[in-house]
């Protein structure tokens, strides 16, 4: 198939970027294909919620995985290398792939972050990601109580 | 242009993109994906770490793909009349599974593991129809708590060996094994120490195997014929055969039986507590218990 046979879209970053991308990757981002099938398609498609950093990624991710010729497990490896990235580029990803509907992208950026978080202790864990503990001294230790099933 | 867009971007209700997101500014809907990829006492322990992922641990995307996917039958099947017409979060859902239930007159007891997802059945004697169990010459019932249903059947003597037993359980689609909790004498407790007494009783399990069977009504049937003759004193779990579910949400029908009838010699000295039902994945994890 010649890529001047290919629908093309054009999206627009928050800081103006413009990317043109195939439609049929695209489309892998649920709130893009809802524009497409409404026919409310601008152009370029502006996306305020996405910098042009985070953009590149996520197109990075979108055109991996719409390449037909590739196995799952080529996929996999992609993946792998993929999310070998600062914890801070990780959140802005999840952020984008939530706003897209980009459920294969978040599938693996969550699956990341869960690996990092687990195995922690409570503490360690709002250490190590800076998470604002907002319990009262009560209310902790009223969740600490809850749900002794889940460690039986 | 770009007017519908917009429109559907102040819908997803998103948060204004902060400069420098931190794991506690994610809306709920993605913590909750993050913590359906944990085990459930990851999900409740990071539930601790602030207010927002309290209230995305109890979000029912969490917990749906670790629930079997005919829970809603299991759900009336098991749980009260109240209960199941309630509106049921799917934590509140798998946290009851996760504890055994009791059905069947308190013969029956099932779980779901935790870790693995499947469902777990265990028959007490009590539910099944065994020879000469009501005759004191041949068979006492014991109280311990060795036993889940704290309560084991002993064979003093006998020629007839004959346990039979039923069940129709809508087991979620897989692979299962079924086996029985038999113990070769009789053990009690004397100033703390668990020991084997009686032990001279003990006799004819070694002239002649015991047949074990498992029947499905789907034609499925396997027979294992296997002597017992483990060590005195310990709990073992005979092996009697697999079974494979395909439907999820029709009953499985299925009867299972051991027996030693051979009247040439008699057997003594035997525990029988239950059977129980794993899939058959989990076998490599069995407990004692």
């Given at each position: 198939?010649?890529?001047?046979?290919?629908?093309?879209?054009?999206?627009?970053?928050?800081?103006?970027?413009?990317?043109?991308?195939?439609?049929?990757?695209?489309?892998?981002?649920?709130?893009?294909?809802?524009?497409?099938?409404?026919?409310?398609?601008?152009?370029?498609?502006?996306?305020a919620n996405?910098?042009?950093?985070?953009?590149?990624?996520?197109?990075?991710?979108?055109?991996?995985?719409?390449?037909?010729?590739?196995?799952?497990?080529?996929?996999?490896?992609?993946?792998?290398?993929?999310?070998?990235?600062?914890?801070?580029?990780?959140?802005?990803?999840?952020?984008?792939?939530?706003?897209?509907?980009?459920?294969?992208?978040?599938?693996?950026?969550?699956?990341?972050?869960?690996?990092?978080?687990?195995?922690?202790?409570?503490?360690?864990?709002?250490?190590?990601?800076?998470?604002?503990?907002?319990?009262?001294?009560?209310?902790?230790?009223?969740?600490?109580?809850?749900?002794?099933?889940?460690?039986? | 242009?770009?007017g519908g867009f917009s429109a559907l971007a102040n819908e997803k209700n998103i948060?204004?993109?902060?400069?420098?997101?931190?794991?506690?500014?994610?809306?709920?809907?993605?913590?909750?994906?993050?913590?359906?990829?944990?085990?459930?006492?990851?999900?409740?322990?990071?539930?601790?770490?602030?207010?927002?992922?309290?209230?995305?641990?109890?979000?029912?995307?969490?917990?749906?793909?670790?629930?079997?996917?005919?829970?809603?039958?299991?759900?009336?099947?098991?749980?009260?009349?109240?209960?199941?017409?309630?509106?049921?979060?799917?934590?509140?859902?798998?946290?009851?599974?996760?504890?055994?239930?009791?059905?069947?007159?308190?013969?029956?007891?099932?779980?779901?593991?935790?870790?693995?997802?499947?469902?777990?059945?265990?028959?007490?004697?009590?539910?099944?129809?065994?020879?000469?169990?009501?005759?004191?010459?041949?068979?006492?019932?014991?109280?311990?708590?060795?036993?889940?249903?704290?309560?084991?059947?002993?064979?003093?003597?006998?020629?007839?060996?004959?346990?039979?037993?039923?069940?129709?359980?809508?087991?979620?689609?897989?692979?299962?094994?079924?086996?029985?909790?038999?113990?070769?004498?009789?053990?009690?407790?004397?100033?703390?120490?668990?020991?084997?007494?009686?032990?001279?009783?003990?006799?004819?399990?070694?002239?002649?195997?015991?047949?074990?069977?498992?029947?499905?009504?789907?034609?499925?049937?396997?027979?294992?014929?296997?002597?017992?003759?483990?060590?005195?004193?310990?709990?073992?779990?005979?092996?009697?055969?697999?079974?494979?579910?395909?439907?999820?949400?029709?009953?499985?029908?299925?009867?299972?039986?051991?027996?030693?009838?051979?009247?040439?010699?008699?057997?003594?000295?035997?525990?029988?507590?239950?059977?129980?039902?794993?899939?058959?994945?989990?076998?490599?994890?069995?407990?004692?218990?």
């Amino acid at each position: 198939m010649s890529s001047s046979e290919e629908r093309k879209l054009i999206l627009k970053s928050s800081d103006n970027e413009e990317f043109v991308v195939k439609e049929s990757s695209a489309v892998q981002c649920l709130t893009i294909k809802n524009l497409v099938e409404d026919r409310c398609v601008s152009d370029p498609i502006p996306l305020a919620n996405v910098d042009s950093k985070i953009l590149a990624l996520v197109i990075e991710f979108m055109e991996k995985h719409a390449e037909t010729t590739l196995s799952n497990s080529e996929k996999k490896e992609f993946d792998v290398e993929f999310v070998k990235k600062p914890f801070d580029d990780l959140l802005e990803l999840i952020l984008a792939a939530n706003y897209l509907d980009f459920r294969e992208l978040m599938d693996v950026l969550c699956n990341t972050c869960a690996k990092q978080m687990e195995n922690w202790s409570v503490e360690e864990v709002r250490e190590k990601f800076n998470i604002q503990n907002d319990y009262t001294v009560e209310e902790e230790k009223a969740a600490r109580a809850e749900n002794p099933w889940a460690f039986e | 242009m770009g007017g519908g867009f917009s429109a559907l971007a102040n819908e997803k209700n998103i948060v204004t993109h902060p400069s420098n997101p931190n794991l506690g500014d994610l809306p709920e809907s993605c913590i909750a994906l993050i913590l359906s990829c944990l085990e459930p006492s990851e999900i409740c322990k990071l539930a601790r770490l602030n207010k927002t992922f309290h209230q995305s641990s109890f979000a029912d995307v969490v917990w749906e793909s670790k629930l079997p996917e005919n829970h809603q039958i299991l759900v009336k099947k098991l749980f009260s009349v109240e209960e199941s017409s309630e509106r049921l979060s799917k934590k509140e859902i798998f946290s009851r599974l996760c504890r055994p239930i009791r059905f069947s007159g308190d013969t029956k007891e099932v779980w779901l593991e935790k870790g693995r997802r499947g469902i777990c059945v265990a028959i007490s004697w009590k539910g099944m129809k065994i020879t000469g169990i009501d005759d004191r010459r041949y068979w006492t019932h014991i109280s311990t708590d060795e036993s889940r249903f704290h309560t084991i059947a002993y064979l003093q003597q006998m020629w007839w060996l004959e346990v039979e037993g039923n069940l129709e359980f809508e087991f979620p689609a897989g692979n299962y094994s079924l086996f029985f909790r038999l113990q070769i004498g009789r053990t009690s407790k004397r100033a703390g120490w668990r020991i084997v007494s009686d032990l001279e009783q003990v006799h004819g399990w070694n002239i002649k195997p015991v047949k074990f069977q498992l029947e499905l009504s789907n034609g499925q049937h396997t027979t294992s014929n296997c002597y017992l003759n483990e060590a005195a004193g310990k709990w073992m779990h005979y092996h009697v055969g697999d079974f494979v579910v395909e439907n999820s949400y029709i009953p499985t029908k299925l009867k299972f039986s051991m027996a030693q009838i051979d009247c040439t010699h008699t057997k003594a000295g035997l525990c029988l507590d239950s059977v129980f039902i794993f899939p058959s994945e989990s076998m490599k994890q069995l407990k004692q218990f």
